[in-house]
């Protein structure tokens, strides 16, 4: 019993915390936040500086010799996804784990789609969809899925997105918004079923990381452990020259994703643990629009 009470209580603690974000997230605009490319098809309409060129019209450009734009408008029940990344490498972090910044993100996320009185639903992963909630609207609901995050224990601490990918890939049949929230901290091909899945549906990544990943502090010798797998290794934390390499490989493998993702069309933003997120949440929004 005491552990419910305790679960019900984080609930409600996210609940009063993100509730400001969410608001400010909807504020003054009349669309969804969520809104991307658009569902439904609207018209073809000449191209404008700023418009983005994604959603020019190739044939029709061909056509004429001018640029031209498919215009669409904001589905009238978008239907937008959770997929979550549970496994134990999420539990490290400074001061607050990754696993509970991306809890209070996603809290905030749930609260401005019931705002817009859009369906969400959850995929909760490891190295596999371990759970899956189907979207609904509602405030009930939306505490029920929060309540489920909270409490849920995951069977597996690897992660594996690209079989979690594909497998999600099948569920999802009507076209989506599909928020993936993970640190990333992953060697499977995930690459290829994330562009499988942009093909129908609307992808938005949201890494998750941790200053102490990026940089490694002088505190002479240590063991490092990697949670999902277990393995130890020692390394020397005053050696300069490994702090510099350790940090360049860190910087350009971050570099390298966010530069596979734009090729693939998908739209990332990274935040970190000891990060106010709201701003930097706010203003990805206000760039998709």
Known sequence: MSQTREILKQVKKLEITTKLLADGLVTGNSNSIFKGQGIEFSEIRDYRPGDDIRAIDWKVTARFNHPYIKEFIEERDLQIYFVIDLSESGSFGTNISKKQKALEIIASLMFAALRNNDRMGVFLITDRVEKFIPAKKGRKHLLQVLNLIVSFTPKSQKTDLKTSLVQISKIIKRKSIIFVISDFIDESEFLKPLKILRKKHDIIALKISDLREKEIPDVGLIELEDKETGEQILVDTSDEDFRNSYSKLISENELQFTSNLRKIKID?????????????????FRRRK
């Open 268 to 284: 990332t933003l990274q935040l970190f643990t000891d990060q106010n997120y709201s701003i930097p949440l706010r203003n990805f």
